[in-house]
């Protein structure tokens, strides 16, 4: 009895919700994708892993869709594209968010609110409106279009190799990466925020006090401290960019396949769900990765709070 009413207190019944909200909603599903990856499929019904045949337990494991995977360049080149647009959409979400989200920290307490409505503002509105709101945005005649054009960025962009030519900015790489770059900003923002209105400015008083520039306070006392935001800002673009579909899909071209798209393919076009679901697994391993370093920085941090 006593051990009933230990094993059902409070303390550990709050600590084991997230841990079956994982079981539920992440593990259970991942196995049952991984089930599919693994497995022999007969038109719709798919084999047992595990059967009984004159007594003997056998299991059958098809490895096959994994080694494809490795071995056509096709879906390696996608994953290698959807890594690149992703880390190409977490840099310059970092490089226009944590400039914003240092002004907001360092605004007057009555005019934050009004800057965090700002940034949360777009979360208002759907998506998928604001993904087609791009799309005339940049098509011909679309004021951004116009801009660019007029100001002479768009034989930039041409020059760099992010559009075929001045006037084609629609379903190429420049306008995929500024779609995801406008639809994450805020989960770019918002972490930095939250971690950099937390810092002790006393600190850059007294690096002030030492002979410090301010340039030289910020690079030595503001971005280390604000570190950890950085971080949590990165693993939220870069994470869900990997895995994007609407975005390439409305925004992108041939030329920016992601695996997102390539998913969709295997589901619905090829109807070859063991190989989606292979797709399915590495890109969740890939995923897994960086999200194993948030954990291990974020730990650290906590030891060196206490």
């Known amino acids: ?23 539920l909603f992440f593990l259970l599903p991942f ?19 595990l059967t009984l045949q004159d007594g003997v337990l056998q299991l059958s494991v098809k490895l096959g869709n994994y080694l494809f995977l490795a071995e056509d360049p096709l879906y390696i080149r996608t994953y290698l594209s959807s890594l690149k647009y992703a880390a190409a959409t977490t840099l310059l979400c970092l490089l226009i968010g944590y400039p914003f989200a240092y002004f907001m920290a360092r605004a007057k307490a009555s005019v934050q609110p009004a800057l965090l ?3 949360m503002l777009p979360f208002w509105t759907s998506f998928l409106l604001r993904v087609y709101a791009w799309r005339g945005l940049l098509t011909d005649g679309g004021w951004v279009a116009e801009l660019l054009q007029a ?16 006037g084609q900015l629609m379903h190429t790489p420049f306008s995929l990466v ?60 870069f994470i869900p960019c990997v895995g994007e579909f609407v975005i390439p899909e409305l925004l992108g071209g041939p030329e920016t396949l ?8 295997e589901f619905f076009s090829n109807n070859d769900w063991p190989m989606a679901s292979t797709v399915a697994v590495v890109m969740i391993l890939l995923i897994i990765v960086p999200l194993a370093i948030f954990n291990k920085y974020q730990a650290e941090a906590q030891e060196q709070q206490r």
């Open 258 to 265: 992601m695996i997102g798209r390539v998913l969709w393919d």
């Open 151 to 166: 100001s002479g960025a768009a034989h930039l962009l041409a020059g760099a190799g992010l559009v075929p030519a001045p």
């Open 1 to 23: 009895m006593v051990t009933l009413r230990r094993l059902f207190s409070g303390r550990r019944l709050v600590i084991g919700a997230p841990y079956l909200f994982l079981l």
């Open 178 to 237: 500024l779609g995801m770059t406008y639809t994450y900003l805020p989960f770019m923002v918002l972490p930095l925020y939250g971690n950099l209105a937390k810092m002790d400015l006393r600190l850059l008083e007294a690096a002030a006090d030492l002979g410090a520039t301010p340039w030289v306070a910020f690079w030595k006392v503001t971005v280390p401290l604000s570190k950890a935001g950085i971080i949590a800002g990165s693993m939220l673009v």
């Open 117 to 119: 409505m700002l940034v």
């Open 31 to 49: 196995f049952i994708v991984l089930k599919i990856s693994v497995s022999e499929m007969e038109n719709v019904v798919f084999k047992d892993l």
